[in-house]
Nanobody, 124 residues
Framework: QVQLVESGGGSVQAGGSLRLSCAGF????????MAWFRQAPGKEREGVAH????????AYADSVKGRFTISRDNAKNALYLQMNVLKPEDTAMYYC?????????????????WGQGTQVTVSS
């Protein structure tokens, strides 16, 4: 079992920055693949960024490329999402996910473990 706990959300003005953190507990062998998803009211869950532990591989949604950076601290078993130049359309609940079953990483159905989410609100 894996428990994921997000933190770092909040309210910022457009152009601002936030750094989300995700602490992983339990069977960390499931955390080889990790990602961030988000869900805005009335919209489907969207894959934001993805990485493979102990590699340089990262992937991003087109909507956040150049603005968001995903990273991981293996010693702390923590995942991060640095979000810069935030836009009102980035407003959503952000989720940390782990244990990827293969296929398209941006498919939420491919991820087994989800955190409870942290809210990000960007005002114009």
């Amino acid at each position: 079992q894996v428990q994921l706990v997000e933190s770092g959300g909040g309210s910022v003005q457009a152009g601002g920055s936030l750094r989300l953190s995700c602490a992983g507990f339990g069977d960390t062998s499931s955390n080889y693949y990790m990602a961030w998803f988000r869900q805005a009211p009335g919209k489907e869950r969207e894959g934001v960024a993805h990485l493979i532990t102990r590699s340089t591989y990262t992937a991003y949604a087109d909507s956040v490329k150049g603005r968001f950076t995903i990273s991981r601290d293996n010693a702390k078993n923590a995942l991060y999402l640095q979000m810069n130049v935030l836009k009102p359309e980035d407003t959503a609940m952000y989720y940390c996910v782990a244990d990827f079953s293969g296929g398209r990483w941006s498919d939420p159905g491919r991820w087994r473990y989800w955190g409870q989410g942290t809210q990000v609100t960007v005002s114009s």
